[in-house]
């Protein structure tokens, strides 16, 4: 695979919580190390995601807000 973006993260698909029109798909980095996205079903089945598969996680944005309390 190759692809332009420069964070690209490979993990487990730890879960899959499907909704009406899209899925939360969680990928675990490591260990206690999780990344959440939202994904239509569409895309979860052309993709094969399954619980326990591997996957990329690629982020790929012009800005990431940070916050703290």
């Given at each position: 695979?190759?692809?332009?973006?420069?964070?690209t993260l490979t993990g487990k698909i730890k879960s899959i919580d499907e909704?009406?029109?899209?899925?939360?798909?969680v990928i675990?980095?490591?260990p206690g190390v999780?990344?959440?996205?939202?994904?239509?079903?569409?895309?979860c089945e052309q993709l094969g995601l399954t619980v326990g598969g591997e996957a990329y996680a690629v982020i790929k944005?012009?800005?990431?807000?940070?916050?703290?309390d």
């Amino acid at each position: 695979m190759k692809i332009s973006a420069r964070n690209t993260l490979t993990g487990k698909i730890k879960s899959i919580d499907e909704g009406s029109v899209n899925n939360e798909v969680v990928i675990e980095l490591a260990p206690g190390v999780e990344i959440t996205s939202v994904v239509t079903k569409r895309s979860c089945e052309q993709l094969g995601l399954t619980v326990g598969g591997e996957a990329y996680a690629v982020i790929k944005a012009s800005n990431v807000m940070v916050a703290v309390d």
